[in-house]
């Protein structure tokens, strides 16, 4: 349980800096509008909002049901995708795709070694041969472009 | 007879080989996604949106409605056979779909679902060719005043309609917009909030955003899901008796009046159509008492008004450029990304791609009918698969999805991010669709306001003194304001036991 007003605060925040460098990039006159008039409007409404909903919350607390294991898994899917962003050009969509399904499902939906590396590569394969050969997607061949 | 004369060349030009194999993929992947808890149409539109890029115009835009309404029928399968709605608009066919099922009669209430989905579908569709080009011609005398106020109207009435309470939608709604205005300043090339950073002087693309809200975040919250328990007796005897027929008949031509006007309207969406259309069905009956113990009025009447008002949700983005919920606004972009600008004109200046995409309506809307039924085994099949096989390969068609659209990295980040964010939205109760359709209309209100106030010399009146932007901002204000003096918003029980739900 944490009280509910650290949600509106976040709101607070955000639309205290776009405020700001809305107002400096300059509101401009009534019949010219400049480049910060639309993004100071909006948090102008924004903290608004945000200041009626802390006052009206300020008693209350807010249900954020997350187990602890239910986190390790998410952790583990953002981890996995940052890694497969960061890998994809020097490894190559095959290997990146091998690896990630792999690790998913291991690691993941915790499942036998043999049973991941199988379906890991199946899908490397037909994800391959899908996007590569038949669609021609630009996805880079990294490591394995002497063999694809 | 002209509107006809276009509608049925519409139809050949949907029918031509390689739309109909892109409608068939369509409808196809729709029902999939309608069958599957967890990815929608939103989410499987979002994962396509990169291969706007490499596809004809035409058939990708016919692809992309397929999805919309086959997973309108998709959803009713889970929903009969599971008890788990596949989608929203199939929440209240569970009440009698799945009652049904229980006492053997699942193959009347599929059979009945589709034939009503088919005809509502169908007859929806001549509504759309009839009125949308009659709204487009007295949208050509809007001008940035009306156009504003039109963009104001229809980001009130989501945040009035929204499932939550109305403050937290309208502040998606807001920082939707405050996301567009990253990048360059669309009037004097001013870099806003680009902090440097290369990726972000185009702006934020609606690609990786969605595709984060929509497949990714799912994914974050689903992890956990198992298969579900499917209806295990074999499903027989799918065509309706003559009595299901002579009970259906009148809810079926109601549900498809109901659906059509609810569906035209900004939005009101394909969930309230089929609350509405259940009441109506359940205070007309002589036996109101059998509702929810497997009368197949329930079912009719509800799975007609879904794809009716499915249909008819496209008449504001069609004749209007207003898109009114979060399929629409990617549907939105999706035209965009062509060059076919939403809005009057469109109709005018890209008929073969209006009149194509009604008659590919029709023409899958009949695929659905022939082809739902026999597949209802394998339905059932991939409603067994799994979770942890399915979660892996939509992270890995998010990752595509995202990269391909601009072949660079920093967009797989942006989808990475905003699938947290998604999945942060959804735990705190904050609906993605105002985030979204702020995010899409939000460049163009800018442009609207800041034309106008030019226009008026810094006069705000100009949004009040003109009679169509005066009713439009007075739709509006009436929506925002009225609950506060109320404390209720109409029509907003419905939504209530949705949520109940």
């Known amino acids: ?148 | 007879m002209e509107t006809l004369v276009a509608l049925a060349q519409g139809a050949l030009t949907a029918a031509a080989p390689l739309n109909l194999l892109y409608g068939f993929v369509g409808v196809l992947l729709g029902t999939l996604v309608g069958v599957l808890p967890g990815l929608g149409p939103a989410g499987a539109i979002a994962l396509l949106l990169p291969l706007a890029l490499h596809a004809p115009p035409l058939a990708y835009l016919i692809m992309l409605f397929g999805i919309t309404y086959g997973a309108q029928y998709g959803g009713s399968t889970t929903s009969i056979l599971v008890n788990i709605p596949g989608e929203a608009s199939s929440v209240i066919t569970c009440l009698d779909g799945y009652a049904m099922a229980r006492q053997g009669r699942a193959g009347p209430a599929l059979g009945m679902a589709a034939f009503g989905s088919f005809i509502g579908g169908t007859l929806a569709l001549f509504g759309v060719a009839f009125l949308a080009p009659a709204l487009a011609e007295f949208g050509l005398h809007f001008g940035p005043p009306e156009y504003a106020a039109l963009m104001l109207f229809g980001l009130t009435a989501l945040v009035y309609l929204a499932q939550g309470p109305m403050d937290k939608a309208l502040l998606m709604a807001l920082f939707g917009a405050l996301l567009a205005s990253i990048g360059l300043d669309p009037v004097s090339g001013t870099p806003r909030f680009t902090f440097d950073i290369l990726i972000l002087r185009d702006g934020i693309g609606l690609t990786p955003v969605v595709i984060g809200l929509f497949g990714v975040s799912e994914v974050l919250l689903n992890l956990d899901a198992k298969a579900g328990e499917v209806f295990h007796s074999k499903v027989l005897g799918l065509l309706p008796t003559a009595q299901d027929w002579r009970d259906s008949t009148a809810p079926i031509a109601r549900g498809t009046l109901l659906g059509f006007f609810i569906g035209s309207i900004p939005g009101l969406n394909v969930v309230i159509a089929t609350f509405a259309s259940y009441a109506l069905e359940k205070k007309l009956s002589k036996h109101p008492e059998k509702f929810g113990k497997g009368a197949i009025e329930g079912v009719a009447g509800p799975e007609t008004a879904n794809n009716a008002a499915s249909c008819s949700g496209w008449i504001p983005l069609l004749s209007l450029g207003l898109p009114t919920g979060s399929v629409t606004a990617l549907i939105f972009g999706a035209l965009m990304i062509h060059g076919l600008a939403p809005g009057p004109l469109f109709i005018t200046n890209s008929p073969e791609v209006f009149w194509g995409l009604l008659g590919s309506m029709i023409i899958g809307n009949a695929i659905l009918l022939v082809l739902n039924l026999p597949l209802i085994g394998l339905w059932i099949k991939i409603l067994r698969i799994p979770y942890y096989y399915l979660f892996p390969l939509i992270v890995l068609f998010s990752i595509i999805g995202a990269y391909t659209g601009s072949a660079s990295i920093g967009d797989v980040v942006i989808t990475i991010a905003f699938g947290f964010l998604g999945y942060l939205m959804k735990k705190f109760a904050y609906e993605a669709a105002p985030m979204v359709l702020g995010l899409v209309v939000g460049p163009l209100l800018e442009t609207a306001i800041r034309r106008s106030m030019i226009m008026s010399r810094g006069s705000a009146m100009i949004f009040f003194n003109r009679p169509i932007a005066a009713v439009f901002m007075a739709l509006a204000l009436f929506m925002l304001l009225s609950p506060l003096l109320t404390r209720r918003r109409l029509g907003h029980e419905i939504i209530e036991k949705l949520e109940d739900h």
């Open chain 1, 1 to 148: 349980m944490k009280k509910a007003v650290s949600i509106p605060l976040y709101w607070l925040f955000l639309a205290s800096y776009f405020g700001y460098a809305g107002y400096n990039l300059g509101l401009g006159a009534g019949g010219r509008p400049g480049a910060g008039f639309f993004p100071f409007g909006a948090a102008l409404a924004i903290g608004a909002i945000a200041l009626a909903r802390l006052i009206r919350l300020a008693s209350e607390s807010a249900i954020f049901a997350t187990t602890t294991s239910e986190w390790r898994r998410i952790i583990c899917v953002i981890v996995g995708m940052a890694a497969y962003a960061l890998l994809l050009d020097p490894l190559g969509f095959a290997l990146c795709t091998f690896l990630l399904m792999a690790a998913y499902l291991k690691l993941v939906a915790v499942q036998s070694l043999r049973l991941s590396l199988g379906f890991a590569a199946g899908v490397a394969f037909f994800a391959h041969l899908f996007f590569d050969s038949l669609l021609n997607a630009q996805l880079p061949r990294g490591l394995l472009a002497w063999l694809l």
